[in-house]
């Protein structure tokens, strides 16, 4: 096929399929595209949620390490801070020279009361537990003896989105092992160094990070639809303009197309009359000569067998015309003319 011809075949119908076909494919790509940012969105919110919680729990451990390197620090006794009744060391309830009552406070306590404050002030839930407890209400929730037992598996941290209060929580744990400050109190129960002694786990609402999301998406949403809709106008547009020109060059070559077949005509047309000329010439002289009152038998029959033979030769010329089976020229005086004697078979 000559690049005409695909031209030709090109049918404006056909060309708007293909323009459809790669609008198709376009919008599943941006569809797609979307989707997948909003998955890797989503993945970046929850991520973002755990890192919040994450940075919870190692405060917790941090403040804790300090207190257990003191093997319990003393506070005032309030309303709030009561003597621990499960702390059973000695001297855990002392008093200052000028009166003031004083309890020691450890690790978990000090944790209990932490996570009040941080539920009241941050909205974070906090809880240290352990599937072996010494304080019966810190006794793990099902969630949590799960985690604890994947801890026991070699699993550091466990985490997942969970419905607390009606409203949706990042919920995260960690292990709680056994420093050498814990042995103070622990080493009774049989714990070393290394030991989970159970764990902390922290719920952080997922809403604000939902809300960074969103907002991300949205925009996100707006640029890809722009993008979309710029696609299909350019599209159009280059559409437009190249069915136009395919229209053009269509008319064009059918114009070129009549003008080389009026060529053709015009050279047959001088070709036969270049060819006819002559015997016709002959023809007219000689009929006038035989039309003369006063011929002779001689002249007559020598004049008829010349007309004759002028005949035969357009005779046999228009047999040639018939016969023409290809497009062969010549350059005549007259002009560019068909050459019946090569043309013809
Ligand atoms: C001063 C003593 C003391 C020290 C030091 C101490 N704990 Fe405890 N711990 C306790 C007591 C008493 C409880 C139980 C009552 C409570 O909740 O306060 C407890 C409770 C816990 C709990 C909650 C589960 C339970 O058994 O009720 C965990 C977990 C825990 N401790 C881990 C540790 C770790 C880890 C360390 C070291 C960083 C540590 N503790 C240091 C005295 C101590």
């Known amino acids: 096929m000559n690049k005409n011809e695909i031209i030709k075949n090109f049918n404006s119908k056909l060309i708007w399929y293909y323009a459809l076909g790669g609008m198709v494919v376009w919008s599943l790509f941006i569809g797609l595209s979307l989707l997948w940012h ?66 020691k406070i450890n690790p978990a306590f000090m944790t209990r009361q932490v996570n009040e404050m941080a539920l009241e002030k941050f909205g974070y839930i906090g809880h240290i537990t352990s599937l072996n407890p010494i304080r019966p209400e810190n006794k793990s929730d099902v969630w949590e003896a799960i985690a604890l037992k994947s801890f026991e598996q070699g699993t550091d941290e466990v985490s997942s989105l969970e419905m607390i209060n009606n409203e949706e929580y990042m919920r995260l744990m960690r292990p709680l092992i056994t420093e050498k400050g814990c042995l103070k109190c622990h080493a009774k129960q049989g714990y070393q160094e290394g030991d989970i002694r159970g764990g902390i786990s922290v719920a952080v609402p997922i809403a604000p990070h939902f809300v960074i999301k ?107 015309l018939i016969n023409i089976a290809s497009y062969e020229t010549k350059d005549m005086p007259q002009g560019k003319v068909i050459d019946i004697e090569k043309s013809s078979r």
């Not at 547009?237 to 003008?259: P, S, Y």
């Not at 002289?285 to 004049?303: A, P, Y």
């Not at 005949?311 to 046999?316: A, F, H, I, L």
């Open 214 to 320: 969103k907002n991300n998406l949205k925009y996100l949403a707006i640029m890809y639809c722009l993008l979309w809709l710029a696609a299909l106008t350019g599209t159009i547009i280059f559409m437009l303009i190249l069915n136009q020109q395919i229209q053009k060059r269509l008319k064009a070559e059918d114009e070129l197309g009549r003008h080389e077949k009026m060529e053709g005509v015009i050279e047959m047309a001088r070709a036969v009359c270049h060819e006819l000329n002559q015997p016709l010439q002959t023809i007219l002289g000689n009929l006038e000569i035989v039309m003369l009152d006063d011929i002779d038998e001689k002249t007559l029959s020598k004049r008829t067998k010349l007309i004759k033979e002028q005949v035969e030769r357009m005779g046999k010329m228009t047999q040639k």
């Open 38 to 103: 909003q998955r890797t969105m989503h993945a970046g919110a929850l991520e973002a949620a755990r890192i919040e919680a994450r940075e919870a729990f190692h405060n917790h451990v941090t403040y804790r390490s300090w207190n257990a390197d003191h093997g319990g620090v003393y506070a005032p006794v309030t309303k709030k801070t009561q003597p621990n009744p499960y702390l059973k060391i000695p001297e855990r309830d002392i008093q200052t020279p000028s009166g003031l009552k004083l309890t």
